[in-house]
């Protein structure tokens, strides 16, 4: 495997299969590999904490980051190039072009200025990679849906390509948020795929969800339309920690 830190250096020939991360690489992130492997010629996978779609700098700094960790399991699942630039590779001095989404749904409505961020460095890495097809996980599927759009609306060649949520054996969806997470919090934490799994299977999710969150404060229940699925989805902050999730009612992402 070949570690690129520079868009100077990075040269790779093929059909391209990209996948986007910000490291602490999980489960969720192999099953994603795994595809792409399974689909491309070329595997590679980007490794960079993008601090323009952060909203608070506390999330920013405390987000975990283990490059070692990530070097050994993208190696392990064939990863062809790791691609971790800087922060100043991807916005150099006097960077000031933007990637403005409309309708962003109920994450954006609470993390203002947040998908901003995500659909500035996708479209980057989409330019500098020039990949086939791009793997997002249904877990981020507002952020997906948001990139899908970027991709018809400006004519981007890349497939998206958007896999199931992948679930630790206690139904939390893996996340690298998760590892800031005490044993209590955990515990704490499971109300959320509790609740919308129950809710998702009920005449009103919304409210069933809601009502199931075992004390849990939402910033957002929504059932969401999303590229012709629907899905129950939430957001919840346990201590200082804040996770999303989401239940498919209707229709496929992928």
Known sequence: MKIVRTVSELRVDGEIGLVP???ALHGGHIALLRAARAE?????????????????????QAYPRDEAHDVEVAEREGVDVLFAPSGEDIYPAGFGTWID???????GAARPGHFRGVA???LKLFNIVRPAR???GQKDAQQAIVVRRLVRDLNVGVEIRVLPTVRDSDGL?????????????????LGLPRALAKAGASDDPVRVARAELNGLTPDYVEVLDLDGARLLAAAVRVGSTRLIDNVLLEGDLS
Do not use: H, I, K
Request: include cysteine; charged fraction near 25%; proline fraction near 4%.
């Open 21 to 23: 991360t910000m490291g």
């Open 40 to 60: 491309n010629e070329v595997v590679v996978a980007s490794l960079f904490v993008n601090p323009t779609q952060f909203d608070e700098q506390a999330d920013l």
């Open 101 to 107: 989404v409309d309708d962003t749904g109920a994450e």
């Open 120 to 122: 500035t460095v996708c």
């Open 134 to 136: 791009a793997y997002f």
């Open 173 to 189: 969806a893996l996340s690298s948020r998760n590892a800031r997470l005490s044993p209590a919090e955990r515990e704490r934490a």
